[in-house]
């Protein structure tokens, strides 16, 4: 069944590893440090200005949230890291849950990071890029690339593909405004979410 990313409708909302859905079936999900553009990043593949909430105030999800593309498949928004005003023991409990959900979660087929191009990969997304090894399909989402010149684009493109250095993982570039970018971050969701056992 051909996926249509503008079916896509909420599911659940997850604060514990047992308030997951079930661990079957394909999902991607989508992780970045609050403010990123994660948020917006499904809303723009999904066709949707409001599916997930997106706000000025860093650290606004806080749960992991199922979106539903059929019954088989899903797309994740998991709780944006870095800067969220909370306290020590919520951001020690969402770590705890995220870690968990990206190591040991089956149905998870690729992960895709989003990172604001103008400041490039942080040291939060490098601990979670370390954190998952060499094991896990990553892509890093290049956000707001309307922001900067074409050439620092394409710069900025094979820089970090080139710290990357990793087969399994893959960058692209997405601009919410002008839409480019957006049948690469389709095309890569696909082949995650139409992958068999």
């Not at 149905?107 to 979670?128: H, K, N, T, Y």
Request: charged content about 25%; glycine content about 6%; hydrophobic content about 40%.
């Amino acid at each position: 069944m051909s996926i249509s990313f503008n079916r896509a409708r909420f599911a659940t909302s997850a604060f514990e590893i047992s308030q997951l859905l079930p661990d079957e079936g394909n999902e991607v999900a989508f992780a970045g440090r609050s403010n990123a553009g994660k948020s917006s990043a499904i809303n723009c593949l999904t066709r949707q200005k409001a599916l997930c909430k997106t706000s000025k105030t860093p650290g606004r999800t806080q749960l992991i949230n199922f979106f539903a593309l059929d019954e088989e498949r899903h797309l994740v928004d998991l709780p944006g890291y870095g800067f969220a005003k909370v306290s020590k023991q919520m951001r020690a409990h969402w770590n705890d849950v995220m870690s968990r959900y990206l190591l040991e979660r089956k149905a998870l087929r690729g992960l895709i990071i989003v990172v604001d191009i103008r400041r490039g990969i942080s040291d939060l997304d490098q601990a979670l890029i370390d954190m998952l090894g060499g094991e896990m399909a990553i892509h890093i989402l290049l956000t707001k690339s309307d922001k900067l010149s074409r050439s620092a684009v394409q710069k900025t493109v094979i820089s970090v593909t080139k710290h990357l250095g990793n087969p399994l993982h893959s960058v692209s570039t997405l601009s919410i405004v002008s839409k480019q970018g957006l049948e690469a971050l389709e095309q890569k969701c696909r082949d995650w979410l139409d992958m068999k056992e």
